[in-house]
């Protein structure tokens, strides 16, 4: 299984302002997932209805000051969990510390995350093409993170019928981008189901942004 998730992977430029780090959080990954399990316990996964009434594909939830959400009143950031009442459980330090780094090493040297959004995607689970346009600070960059099972993830650009590349994402894989492309459009191809990685039966993607 290793030689599927080599250590050493390449840095991928895939516009201005926006790059693949190949394996950057593979060794934080333990942390990391541990960290999940007690944001879960918090604030359980769901599944969001879109403002027309679907169902979003992803399992999720968030910690931080604000997470996302979605309901018959449209996609927004919000410092209280709809589903318990209470306010979004804080950041894990290594959250904070990942994303942080991330951007560093992708040249966005200010960045501090104020959410950080869980996804959740089984077998069969995608995210379409769309943009994040929700947050108030657009000079700040969105920093994601992959965990378990491989992804490919789709790569546009400022109009939804702009070209996509087709991007492999694997275990420890970190996806930077802001400044021109901050606004790209973006997507998640439905998740093959595979072997286990690391006990993961499905894909954990950890989104860090800064909001207001």
């Known amino acids: 299984m290793d030689d599927l998730f080599p250590e050493t992977r390449t840095r991928q430029v895939l516009a201005p302002g926006a790059v693949v780090l190949g394996g950057f959080a593979k060794a934080d990954a333990p942390a990391l997932l541990q960290a999940i399990e007690d944001v879960l316990k918090q604030a359980p996964l769901r599944q969001y209805k879109t403002a027309r009434g679907g169902q979003l594909a992803a399992a999720m939830t968030a910690c931080g000051r604000y997470g996302w959400v979605s309901d018959g009143r449209g996609y927004r950031y919000d410092e209280l969990d ?98 021109p492309s901050r606004h790209n459009f973006h997507g998640i191809m439905p998740i093959k189901p595979g072997p286990a990685v690391v006990g993961l039966g499905w894909r954990y993607n950890l989104t860090f942004r800064t909001v207001r």
């Open 82 to 179: 709809p589903l318990t009442g209470r306010a979004w459980p804080t950041m894990p330090l290594i959250f904070q510390s990942l994303a942080v780094r991330a951007a560093q090493e992708a040249g966005y040297k200010q960045f501090m995350p104020q959410s950080g959004l869980i996804n959740r995607y089984a077998p069969g689970a995608g995210m379409g093409l769309h943009q994040d346009c929700d947050e108030q600070v657009v000079e700040a960059p969105i920093i994601s993170v992959s965990l378990g099972l491989s992804a490919i993830f789709q790569w546009g650009g400022a109009t939804r019928n702009a070209p996509c590349r087709k991007v492999p994402l694997h275990h420890g894989d970190v996806v930077v981008w802001g400044g």
